[in-house]
């Protein structure tokens, strides 16, 4: 069997002191040597400079780097301009995303779906780039339905994405579940589970009900029980989420990205615990 790749997010500053927090992160993250950082890009493109002058740095640490490209707020020659800077600074991977519409925003822009973002990141770029798209074994909130968002799933693999990082979540089973169903349907494309660890209760209900991601009841209630004791909330999160991913991993989870919220502590804690 194949050694299980991993990776971590990061998302970009808004201050010089959020990048040389981020870097000293990055530093203890990349002693782990994960096969490449992502970097997310805001809704509406709304940290594009951010987002760009956080993979240069990346770049410039030696490391291999995957920014996102959003459809939403993007313009066909906007993004055309970020593939070619992206292939001067030597980047790689790239994960194309539909992205969220920030509230107030009219139009999504020139893409509409992200199967048409990977069909032009193709068409501009060839082959250049390792493109991963997102997968959502929870199906994606706007989802009409699970099959119609596993038809759109087929899309982006179809339009040229190599591969797939999910939504994070916290029930195995509706990832093997969602495995299955897209080699159903001819999808070979491997399928990396997106991981969240539990560092607050508060801030994980929280983007739980934003993005759709369940989080099972009997979790639930045992966080809430904590209440403000963070200590305990972390080191039930820790055994809980080391669980989860020990269960993917010996189901065959190609391997694993971590969701780091830009702290390295949680997600080296994990990686250490699973042995990576």
């Not at 992160?25 to 992502?38: D, G, M, V, W, Y």
């Not at 968002?149 to 994070?168: E, H």
Request: overall charge neutral; hydrophobic content about 40%; charged content about 20%.
């Amino acid at each position: 069997m194949n050694k299980p790749l991993f990776s971590f997010e990061f998302f970009p500053p808004q201050t010089p002191e959020g990048m040389e927090k981020l870097a000293a992160t990055r530093k203890q993250l990349a002693a782990l040597n994960p096969e490449f950082f992502s970097v997310t890009f805001g809704a509406g493109g709304s940290t594009q400079e951010r987002t760009l002058e956080t993979v240069r740095q990346i770049k410039a640490e030696a490391l291999q780097v995957a920014p996102h490209l959003s459809c939403v707020g993007s313009t066909r020659d906007n993004v055309r301009s970020l593939l070619q800077t992206y292939q001067q600074l030597g980047v790689k991977r790239i994960v194309a995303l539909r992205g969220d519409m920030p509230s107030g925003m009219g139009s999504i822009g020139e893409f509409q779906y992200a199967n048409e973002l990977v069909s032009f990141i193709r068409a501009q770029t060839g082959e250049h780039f390792h493109i991963e798209v997102a997968a959502y074994p929870e199906f994606h909130p706007q989802a009409k339905s699970a099959r119609d968002d596993l038809a759109n799933f087929k899309r982006k693999v179809a339009a040229g994405a190599n591969s797939a990082i999910t939504q994070y979540f916290y029930n195995a089973d509706s990832y093997f579940y969602f495995v299955d169903e897209c080699r159903k349907l001819g999808v070979t494309a491997p399928i990396v589970p997106g991981i969240m660890p539990i560092v607050k209760y508060s801030q994980l209900a929280r983007f739980s009900d934003m993005c759709g991601a369940e989080i099972p009841r009997w979790m639930r209630k045992t966080l809430e029980g904590y209440g403000d004791d963070n200590e305990s909330v972390q080191a039930f999160g820790l055994d809980v989420v080391t669980q989860l991913c020990e269960k993917l991993l010996a189901g065959g989870a190609p391997g694993l990205h971590f969701y780091t919220l830009n702290q390295a502590g949680p997600s080296r804690e994990l990686c250490k615990r699973l042995g990576l």
